[in-house]
């Protein structure tokens, strides 16, 4: 694996030659080595690579024996929404956030949605998907699918004086 997709922030490189479906399996099973959840949030971009990632992705959750809450094609700020408003262990977006269609990547939270970095846990998941020993769980996670998108607009509603809005 390409040590220099890890970033401050996030997981992120050109996709394939950079990251690839691998990779994220990699991670995502340092992530649950390192997190422990039981159940996680996971959701991704428009990014024509980022289906074939997120199965990835949902991969190594099962092998890890962690369920997935597929919240489905989503911004990062409702994956972090929903891994906060619904109490989860955590969540990954399939996102390569601002860069150009060529980059994917991995951004990262625990529980709360507070973000992975290199000073919060990406340091040490990092260190364990360059290991990458890991074992499966004798149970594989499931996976069901969640459409946030009525609560999360309700809450951004909930934030603003409608009468302030003008059409």
Same mark, same amino acid.
């Given at each position: 694996?390409?040590? =220099?997709i890890? !970033?401050?922030? =996030?997981?992120?490189?050109?996709?394939?030659?950079?990251? @690839?479906?691998?990779?994220?399996?990699?991670v995502?099973?340092?992530?649950?080595?390192f997190?422990?959840?039981?159940?996680?949030v $996971?959701?991704?971009?428009?990014?024509?690579?980022?289906e074939?990632?997120?199965?990835a992705?949902?991969?190594?959750?099962?092998?890890?024996?962690v369920?997935?809450? *597929?919240i489905g094609?989503?911004?990062? =700020?409702?994956?972090?929404?929903?891994?906060?408003?619904?109490?989860? =262990?955590?969540?990954?977006? %399939?996102t390569?956030?601002? *860069?150009?269609a060529?980059?994917?990547?991995?951004?990262?939270?625990?529980s709360?949605?507070k973000?992975?970095c290199?000073d919060?846990?990406?340091?040490?998941?990092?260190?364990?998907?360059?290991?990458?020993?890991?074992?499966s769980?004798?149970?594989?996670?499931k996976?069901?699918?969640?459409? %946030?998108?009525? @609560?999360?607009l309700? !809450? %951004?509603l909930?934030?603003? @004086?409608?009468? $302030?809005?003008?059409?």
């Amino acid at each position: 694996m390409n040590k =220099d997709i890890f !970033k401050a922030y =996030d997981v992120r490189g050109v996709y394939p030659s950079e990251i @690839d479906e691998e990779a994220v399996y990699t991670v995502a099973r340092a992530y649950c080595s390192f997190l422990k959840p039981k159940k996680v949030v $996971l959701g991704r971009d428009v990014r024509i690579s980022g289906e074939s990632l997120f199965k990835a992705a949902c991969k190594a959750f099962s092998d890890a024996g962690v369920d997935v809450i *597929d919240i489905g094609v989503v911004t990062t =700020d409702m994956l972090y929404f929903a891994v906060a408003y619904y109490g989860y =262990d955590g969540g990954i977006s %399939i996102t390569a956030s601002h *860069d150009s269609a060529e980059y994917n990547g991995l951004k990262m939270v625990s529980s709360n949605a507070k973000p992975v970095c290199m000073d919060s846990g990406l340091e040490e998941i990092k260190t364990l998907a360059l290991k990458g020993d890991f074992t499966s769980a004798a149970v594989g996670g499931k996976i069901e699918e969640l459409t %946030i998108i009525d @609560d999360y607009l309700g !809450k %951004i509603l909930s934030l603003i @004086d409608e009468g $302030l809005i003008t059409r």
